[in-house]
């Protein structure tokens, strides 16, 4: 008997062994609950002393995890095989999470601070009555370009990037929707264009481009077009923002032809372990303190209207970010274009980028 007792006291100890270990690696993994939050955004994107001043106000540990493209996000969201308490996709990727009921409700009675948002950043097309998300920050995708470097060349129009005096000068951002999107623009259609016709014009156009393309980077085109390595990028509006602080030789532009205006929100993934930890979270960076700070960190524009008046004029006031309505009116939204025709793009950008090679 002593013996038994003393082999079901081992298996015990084992056994919370185990579950100890259990638990350090599922919060490594990003697994969170009770006083963990778990946060997956984009690389960079966010001031990390706002973290530190989160935690400490709460109590509540942060993870932090970060993605480089919305479709990377969903496929780990989807798989579910990492508990994320925080999400902050863009507007076509929550229409997606929607659609397959990958996101919880938000309670709005635990976000007060939702009235710093301007209204016209509330209640759009991918998110109508903002029921999953919040918006985080906006901007747009146009050219930024060093003017000693192109000297006599326009770029109010998208059709100035085929100029020939940009041969081997221009990088591309690497996004199928922000580059057959400027093709398409180019072209007089949407960025959100289904027709096969429409889509075989703009890859045509586009491979026609390729003596002028450098090349085609990820994260790094932001030091490349600061180290002035060519003259021209298609980007960001909030990358734009960053390099023109690293080089203020260069300025950026929203072509005429129209282009995206894109949202980033955060929301609450399905199978969230703490959920009132992610509405303080959302909440905290709602403060228009705290929206601020984080604006001239990340460099993008912020929606929310008190953080405006507590930034400098020179952020605040410059309409290349903070553009007029009769700019806005002519952007658009990325449409949630459906998995068949969302891979379609991806398929004609692949070409593209084959034909570059």
């Known amino acids: 008997m002593k013996q038994l007792v003393n082999t079901f006291l081992a298996i015990l100890i084992v056994a919370f062994g185990l579950m100890f270990l259990a638990s350090r690696l599922n919060s490594a993994e990003g697994y969170s609950g009770g006083n963990t ?46 508990v994320f308490d925080v999400v902050v996709p863009s ?16 309670d709005h009675s635990k976000l007060p601070n939702l009235a710093n948002i301007g209204s016209k950043f509330m209640d759009l097309s ?13 901007g747009t995708v146009g050219i930024i370009y060093n003017p000693e470097m ?17 041969d081997n000068n221009i990088f ?22 289904r027709n096969e016709e429409h889509l075989q014009e703009a ?18 085109i932001k030091m490349l077009l600061a ?3 060519a003259a021209v990028g298609i980007v960001w509006s909030g990358d734009a923002s960053e390099i023109m602080d690293e080089n203020d030789k260069l300025d950026y532009v929203v072509p005429e032809e129209g282009s995206n205006i ?20 959302i909440n905290f960076m709602l403060r228009p303190d705290v929206a601020a700070q984080n604006t001239e960190y990340v460099g993008y524009s912020t929606p929310n209207v008190p953080a405006l008046e507590l930034l400098p004029e020179d952020i605040s006031g410059d309409e290349r970010f903070y553009p007029p309505a009769e700019i806005t009116d002519r952007l658009e939204v990325y449409d949630n274009l459906g998995k068949r025709m969302l891979a379609h793009y991806n398929e004609l950008f692949l070409k593209f980028k084959m034909n570059k090679k």
Do not use: C
């Open 37 to 82: 939050l778990t946060i997956y955004n984009w690389g960079d994107y966010i001031d990390p002393e706002l973290l530190e001043q989160f935690q400490e106000e709460t109590g509540i540990t942060v993870i932090y995890q970060t993605f480089d493209s919305n479709e990377a996000m969903l496929t780990k969201v989807e798989q579910g095989g990492t």
């Open 91 to 106: 507007d076509y990727a929550i229409a997606k999470m929607r659609e397959e009921k990958l996101l919880l409700p938000l």
């Open 126 to 138: 991918f998110d109508p009555g903002n029921l999953y998300s919040v918006p985080y920050f906006w």
């Open 150 to 166: 192109t000297e006599g060349i326009d770029f109010s129009s998208w059709d100035s990037l085929w100029d020939k005096r940009l």
């Open 172 to 193: 591309l951002v690497d996004g199928a929707r922000e580059v057959m999107g400027m093709a398409l623009n180019s072209l007089h259609y949407s960025v959100n264009d």
């Open 203 to 220: 890859l045509t156009k586009l491979n026609r481009l390729s003596p002028n393309v450098k090349a085609i980077v990820g994260d790094e």
């Open 227 to 229: 180290n002035e390595e």
């Open 262 to 281: 894109w949202f980033d929100n955060m929301v609450i993934p399905r199978g969230a372990a703490n959920i009132e930890g992610a509405h303080k979270f």
